[in-house]
């Protein structure tokens, strides 16, 4: 489960489009004191609560089905 979000997070063509970048804001921003949920919603602009609610329509849609 966890690398089928990976792939489609950083998929540029069909995915969420996240940039290396994007990831490394993520960290840092923990780093600084976000927990991650906030800091996954700073850098990648979705909440995790979003992508858990939605998360087999978005499967759904990304693998073609």
Do not use: K, P, W
Not at 27 to 51: C, H, K, P, W
Request: glycine share 8%; no cysteine; net charge negative.
């Amino acid at each position: 489960m966890f690398a089928l979000t990976y792939a489609y997070l950083i998929d540029t063509t069909r995915g969420h489009a996240a940039s290396t970048a994007d990831l490394r804001n993520l960290f840092q921003y923990m780093n600084e004191g976000d927990t991650f949920y906030d800091a996954f919603q700073r850098a990648l602009g979705i909440s995790v609560s979003s992508l858990e609610e939605n998360y087999l329509a978005i499967m759904e849609g990304y693998l073609g089905r």
